[in-house]
């Protein structure tokens, strides 16, 4: 059992380090990573002297602003080990969301050509714009699309819950 | 040779002159981080490099030489596996670089850094323009207070907020027993405060969900101007007081109301929306449950007429909330989300035309609940037709136009369905001395 005083310091340390950053959650290990999510490996760097976290664009695939940790002189093990953690989550929540949006195009446009084609209609008018189906026609889709993707869509809910629980009790004893 | 020199010096000057300036407008913090920089040498050369990155953006505006913009992350309906397996491969044998790089960018020679971090062939070649374009959409993530009330007000959604306390306020006013101001502004604060603080958290929970929305992706925390810890922090902050005044300042009724309704919204709301449509008929109580408080508030109990309030404000949410809802179906479709719009879209449409004709009813039950007087449903019946009328359009025609006019006419309908009942009041009888404040 470690001291109460250690025990402390090491949780403001988690507290600083975790008030700093970005809210990501954690994943499970080996989840979501076959799934294959173009991921932008961003070339930004920060300037040197700055000793925040710093937040970038929303990543074109997964809509998530990705989060670029600080590292600082000093840091802990644990505030090391809460870092990774939250850098592995940053990037399990990109590969999911980017693969969902893609997936979600995907299927869009496949429904969209399938019903255009039933219709007996091409894909470009004769202007040569899209052609699109409306709201109540797309209806359809968004349905099947719901109930297709329910299973995934729970797992990634109870894997973020679970991930939330453990960054924010990460045990300043290990 | 001199004037030419010094022709090309004073033009070189010129130009350096112009782009610092552009550089100070567009991108000040940067820009003063850079000459805030003690080290000298080190100043002039990233001074020097963000000036050339600065450059080639000019001359590439002012030419109108476009940069051609990234291919849209669309792919083209035929997307050849192969391309998607050349993706595959490039994510795992990027993976293991990337904790490398992470503890390179720590050296204090960023070029190195930049050199060994892979870049993914399929990106194809990004010009600097763009590099540069986005590298100035980064932020730091550094709390600015003159910006912390803007940002605490988004993050509490502060319109909702006012929107849950007058409804808190008409429960209270319409209660039969004596206004009094301060157990009323009591009320108020701390209604307002649970409200802050259940919004809060719900934006707390949902930040990669918030992210994908249309509707949502500007929040506070979504765009990292507000750290989660001091979102949780805040949100505590203005529970703990809240629930505590309406508690001790009011009567235990309306504290235990107020931090159940903060318990419904966050555990059950909030995680129901991505399990079952039933969060739509959750979320109905969550909003019915404000106006129970005004009247507990004034009357210290819940009785009939507290019950028919909460049912106009829970039938309410049904019109408002399916018209809402029929618009943003791709958005919930792609986020996961259990809406009745998106699953059961006939369901939908009826559920919003039964409670709007339930608001109807309601407003009959007012007088025989003596709540208000007889001239009440007399004088609603206009808006009420109205808005059942709308109900029914909606029902109907199932499209954008007649949801955005069912959502609108919700808006100033609840407004004036409240001042209209508050109008009607039915005065206290002689004698009634009003219910207990605590």
């Given at each position: 059992?470690?001291?109460?005083?250690?025990?402390?310091?090491?949780?403001?340390?988690?507290?600083?380090?975790?008030?700093?950053?970005?809210?990501?959650?954690?994943?499970?290990?080996?989840?979501?990573?076959?799934?294959?999510?173009?991921?932008?490996?961003?070339?930004?760097?920060?300037?040197?002297?700055?000793?925040?976290?710093?937040?970038?664009?929303?990543?074109?695939?997964?809509?998530?602003?990705?989060?670029?940790?600080?590292?600082?002189?000093?840091?802990?093990?644990?505030?090391?080990?809460?870092?990774?953690?939250?850098?592995?989550?940053?990037?399990?929540?990109?590969?999911?969301?980017?693969?969902?949006?893609?997936?979600?195009?995907?299927?869009?446009?496949?429904?969209?050509?399938?019903?255009?084609?039933?219709?007996?209609?091409?894909?470009?008018?004769?202007?040569?714009?899209?052609?699109?189906?409306?709201?109540?026609?797309?209806?359809?889709?968004?349905?099947?699309?719901?109930?297709?993707?329910?299973?995934?869509?729970?797992?990634?809910?109870?894997?973020?819950?679970?991930?939330?629980?453990?960054?924010?009790?990460?045990?300043?004893?290990? | 040779?001199?004037?030419?020199?010094?022709?090309?010096?004073?033009?070189?000057?010129?130009?350096?002159?112009?782009?610092?300036?552009?550089?100070?407008?567009?991108?000040?913090?940067?820009?003063?981080?850079?000459?805030?920089?003690?080290?000298?040498?080190?100043?002039?050369?990233?001074?020097?490099?963000?000036?050339?990155?600065?450059?080639?953006?000019?001359?590439?505006?002012?030419?109108?030489?476009?940069?051609?913009?990234?291919?849209?992350?669309?792919?083209?309906?035929?997307?050849?596996?192969?391309?998607?397996?050349?993706?595959?491969?490039?994510?795992?044998?990027?993976?293991?670089?990337?904790?490398?790089?992470?503890?390179?960018?720590?050296?204090?020679?960023?070029?190195?850094?930049?050199?060994?971090?892979?870049?993914?062939?399929?990106?194809?070649?990004?010009?600097?323009?763009?590099?540069?374009?986005?590298?100035?959409?980064?932020?730091?993530?550094?709390?600015r207070?003159d910006d912390l009330p803007g940002i605490l007000a988004r993050l509490s959604?502060i319109?909702?907020?006012?929107?849950?306390?007058?409804?808190?306020?008409?429960?209270?006013?319409?209660?039969?027993?004596?206004?009094?101001?301060?157990?009323?502004?009591?009320?108020?604060?701390?209604?307002?405060?649970?409200?802050?603080?259940?919004?809060?958290?719900?934006?707390?929970?949902?930040?990669?969900?918030?992210?994908?929305?249309?509707?949502?992706?500007?929040?506070p925390?979504?765009?990292?101007q507000i750290?989660?810890?001091?979102?949780?922090?805040?949100?505590?902050?203005?529970?703990?007081?809240?629930?505590?005044?309406?508690?001790?300042?009011?009567?235990?009724?309306?504290?235990?109301?107020?931090?159940?309704?903060?318990?419904?919204?966050?555990?059950?709301?909030?995680?129901?929306?991505?399990?079952?449509?039933?969060?739509?008929?959750?979320?109905?109580?969550?909003?019915?449950?404000?106006?129970?408080?005004?009247?507990?508030?004034?009357?210290?109990?819940?009785?009939?007429?507290?019950?028919?309030?909460?049912?106009?404000?829970?039938?309410?949410?049904?019109?408002?909330?399916?018209?809402?809802?029929?618009?943003?179906?791709?958005?919930?479709?792609?986020?996961?989300?259990?809406?009745?719009?998106?699953?059961?879209?006939?369901?939908?449409?009826?559920?919003?035309?039964?409670?709007?004709?339930?608001?109807?009813?309601?407003?009959?039950?007012?007088?025989?609940?003596?709540?208000?007087?007889?001239?009440?449903?007399?004088?609603?019946?206009?808006?009420?037709?109205?808005?059942?009328?709308?109900?029914?359009?909606?029902?109907?025609?199932?499209?954008?136009?007649?949801?955005?006019?069912?959502?609108?006419?919700?808006?100033?309908?609840?407004?004036?369905?409240?001042?209209?009942?508050?109008?009607?009041?039915?005065?206290?009888?002689?004698?009634?001395?009003?219910?207990?404040?605590?």
């Amino acid at each position: 059992m470690a001291a109460l005083r250690p025990r402390r310091r090491a949780l403001l340390r988690l507290c600083r380090a975790f008030s700093s950053g970005g809210c990501q959650l954690a994943p499970e290990r080996g989840g979501e990573r076959r799934d294959a999510a173009p991921s932008r490996v961003s070339r930004f760097c920060p300037p040197r002297k700055s000793c925040h976290d710093w937040i970038g664009p929303p990543d074109k695939y997964s809509n998530l602003r990705p989060v670029h940790f600080y590292i600082p002189e000093n840091e802990s093990p644990l505030e090391q080990k809460l870092r990774e953690l939250r850098q592995e989550t940053q990037d399990w929540n990109q590969q999911f969301w980017a693969n969902q949006n893609l997936t979600f195009l995907k299927e869009k446009e496949k429904f969209i050509d399938s019903r255009l084609k039933a219709k007996g209609l091409e894909l470009r008018a004769e202007s040569g714009q899209k052609a699109t189906l409306n709201a109540e026609e797309m209806a359809d889709f968004y349905k099947q699309f719901l109930s297709k993707n329910f299973q995934k869509h729970m797992y990634y809910n109870r894997n973020v819950s679970e991930a939330g629980c453990s960054v924010t009790t990460a045990s300043p004893d290990q | 040779m001199n004037i030419i020199a010094k022709r090309s010096a004073s033009w070189v000057g010129g130009c350096v002159w112009y782009l610092e300036r552009r550089a100070l407008q567009e991108s000040p913090r940067r820009f003063l981080h850079l000459l805030r920089n003690v080290n000298q040498q080190w100043v002039t050369f990233q001074h020097f490099n963000f000036l050339r990155h600065m450059y080639v953006t000019q001359l590439n505006r002012s030419f109108n030489q476009q940069i051609k913009p990234k291919p849209e992350p669309v792919p083209s309906p035929f997307l050849e596996k192969a391309s998607l397996d050349e993706a595959k491969t490039e994510i795992y044998k990027m993976r293991p670089l990337s904790p490398a790089s992470l503890s390179l960018s720590r050296k204090p020679n960023e070029k190195e850094s930049i050199e060994l971090e892979p870049t993914p062939v399929i990106e194809g070649s990004i010009a600097v323009g763009t590099e540069t374009k986005e590298e100035k959409q980064w932020k730091e993530m550094k709390l600015r207070v003159d910006d912390l009330p803007g940002i605490l007000a988004r993050l509490s959604k502060i319109k909702l907020t006012a929107l849950v306390v007058s409804t808190t306020s008409a429960g209270f006013a319409l209660a039969p027993a004596p206004f009094d101001w301060p157990c009323f502004l009591l009320t108020f604060v701390g209604t307002g405060l649970a409200s802050c603080a259940a919004n809060s958290i719900n934006q707390f929970f949902e930040v990669p969900f918030d992210s994908n929305m249309n509707r949502t992706k500007n929040r506070p925390l979504v765009r990292g101007q507000i750290s989660p810890l001091l979102a949780v922090s805040f949100a505590a902050c203005c529970a703990v007081p809240g629930v505590a005044l309406l508690t001790w300042g009011v009567n235990p009724l309306t504290g235990a109301l107020g931090l159940f309704n903060i318990f419904l919204y966050t555990c059950c709301y909030t995680p129901l929306k991505r399990i079952s449509i039933a969060n739509t008929w959750v979320g109905a109580v969550v909003g019915a449950i404000p106006p129970l408080m005004g009247w507990t508030a004034a009357t210290g109990s819940l009785d009939a007429g507290a019950f028919l309030l909460g049912g106009i404000l829970y039938s309410w949410q049904f019109p408002h909330f399916n018209a809402l809802s029929w618009g943003l179906r791709e958005d919930y479709s792609r986020g996961g989300y259990c809406m009745m719009s998106v699953t059961h879209p006939d369901l939908c449409r009826r559920v919003a035309l039964r409670h709007c004709l339930a608001l109807v009813a309601m407003s009959a039950a007012a007088p025989a609940l003596d709540v208000t007087t007889w001239t009440f449903p007399v004088i609603a019946l206009p808006i009420n037709l109205y808005i059942s009328y709308l109900g029914f359009r909606f029902y109907r025609d199932a499209d954008r136009k007649s949801s955005r006019k069912l959502f609108f006419c919700s808006l100033w309908h609840l407004p004036l369905f409240l001042l209209l009942m508050l109008t009607c009041k039915r005065p206290a009888a002689q004698g009634d001395a009003g219910g207990p404040q605590s």
